[in-house]
C-alpha cells in the first residue's frame, strides 16, 4: 500500500471525513488513526455489496482493491484526534 | 446519555475494542474518540438487522435505545490513541 498515493485518492473522501480524517458530521466516522485492516475492510465492504450506505456503497464501487489498501493506509496514519469535550 | 453508565455496560465490548476503546485486533475498529452519532447508528443498525457481522450483530441484539446511548456516550468520550509508527 501507498499512502502518499492514497492521500490523492482520499481528496474526495473530505467532504464527509475531512481533510485530515476528522469527520465534519456527527453522523459520519473519524478515520484518522483507524485500524488499517478495518478501513480495507469496510470500503470492500461498501464496494461488494455487504454493507451499504447512500453516500459510501456509490463511492467505494469504482474503487479497485489497491486504491482501497491506498486509502487505509493514509487514514490510518494520520494522527488521530481527541474528543474536544 | 450517561457514559458512566456505558463504561460498566462496555465490559463486554472490551475483549475486541481495547479496555480503553483502542482495538486489540487489526480487523476491528477503535472506538475511542469516534463520533458519538456515528456509533449510536452502527449499534443500532447491527441491532436491527441493517449492519451484520458474525460477532457484532449478537452482541447488538438485546440492546435497549438507552443501552446504546450510554455505550456511545462513553467510547466517544475516550482519548483517540493516534498510530504508534
Known sequence: QDAAAGKTKAAVCSACHGAEGISVLPDY????????????????????????????SPMAAGLSDTDILDLAAYFSALPAQSPAK
Open 29 to 56: 466516522p473519524n478515520l484518522a488513526g483507524q485500524k488499517q485492516k478495518y478501513l480495507e475492510t469496510s470500503i470492500k465492504a461498501y464496494r461488494d455489496g455487504h454493507r451499504k450506505h447512500a453516500v459510501m
